[in-house]
């Protein structure tokens, strides 16, 4: 997500960094989502656009865990155009003028 600021960064990331993060973050997602309460919300954000962070985690999520879904709809007007019709929420530095970013949306059922 800071390439654009870092983009000395780019040498520095190995082919294996995004499937060894996405184990991280999946492991990090369930620990959140163990200490939410009844019907709360949690909101799962990365500075990466790739779908092995973002997506994939969150449906390999939603299919393993039962009792969550992701949100969809509910956005604020504020930010309506940067959300897609799942409920994913992104920035992307050619198209936004900023660093890139994924969030979305899961509630507890």
Do not use: K
């Amino acid at each position: 997500g800071t390439l654009r600021r870092n983009p000395d960064a780019r040498w520095r990331v190995r082919s294996t960094d995004p499937a060894r993060l996405a184990e991280t973050q999946r492991a990090i997602l369930r620990n959140a989502a163990a200490a939410l309460g009844a019907s709360g919300v949690l909101v799962y954000s990365t500075c990466t656009m790739l779908p092995e962070e973002n997506e994939q985690v969150i449906e390999s999520f939603l299919a393993e865990t039962p009792g969550f879904e992701r949100i969809e709809g509910e956005v604020p007007e504020e930010v309506r155009e940067l959300v897609d019709d799942q409920g994913y929420l992104r920035t992307l530095p050619s198209h936004h003028d900023a660093d890139a970013f994924t969030a979305v949306r899961i509630r507890r059922t």
